[in-house]
């Protein structure tokens, strides 16, 4: 099974995985003797595709190939999940915000939803087809890589679009 993305916990030398068997795994580096300890996915019929930790290491998102994400206490890490609606199609890739008041995700129909853990509500419905996104460390702008190759930049504040490189001519 393909590991297809890694978290680490801000925890001492414990992290997260995902794999092409759609489980969230939860290592401990420090203690090497024990398997990791499966989290989700054991009978889940949207695998998990990706995970990530928010930034004050208080939260875990799962992404899957549905238009929900699961966010996981890291306080508690073995109670159910809040279930987050996103986009119409699934998750292509998820960011938390840098101050830790919410979650962005990109869907397959090309929306981008905010999620500011009370809601979810649709931020802008895109015109390229996004692969990837990340927030800027200021909390001001979404950058989103495209499949025609372009580099864009969204305001958060306005949601203007700012196309910053393409190798198109």
Do not use: C
């Not at 092409?20 to 090497?32: A, E, F, H, M, R």
């Not at 508690?76 to 840098?98: H, Q, T």
């Not at 919410?102 to 397959?108: C, D, K, L, T």
């Amino acid at each position: 099974n393909a590991v297809k993305s890694v978290a680490f916990s801000g925890i001492g030398n414990q992290f997260f995985s995902t794999g092409s068997d759609g489980k969230i795994l939860q290592w401990d580096l420090d203690d090497n003797s024990q398997p990791p300890v499966t989290i989700d996915g054991e009978d889940s019929e949207h695998p998990n595709r990706s995970v990530l930790v928010s930034p004050d290491k208080k939260w875990l998102l799962s992404t899957s190939d549905s238009a929900y994400m699961n966010l996981y206490s890291l306080d508690n890490i073995s109670a159910e999940p809040r279930i987050i609606r996103g986009p119409r199609g699934f998750v292509k890739d998820a960011a938390f915000m840098p101050d830790n008041s919410g979650i962005v995700s990109v869907g397959s129909d090309r929306t981008v939803f905010f999620y500011d853990f009370n809601r979810s509500r649709l931020l802008k419905q895109l015109k390229y087809t996004v692969t990837t996104i990340e927030v800027d460390p200021s909390g001001n702008y979404i950058y989103a890589g495209t499949t025609n190759v372009q580099l864009v930049r969204i305001s958060i504040r306005d949601m203007t679009e700012e196309i910053l490189a393409s190798t198109e001519q």
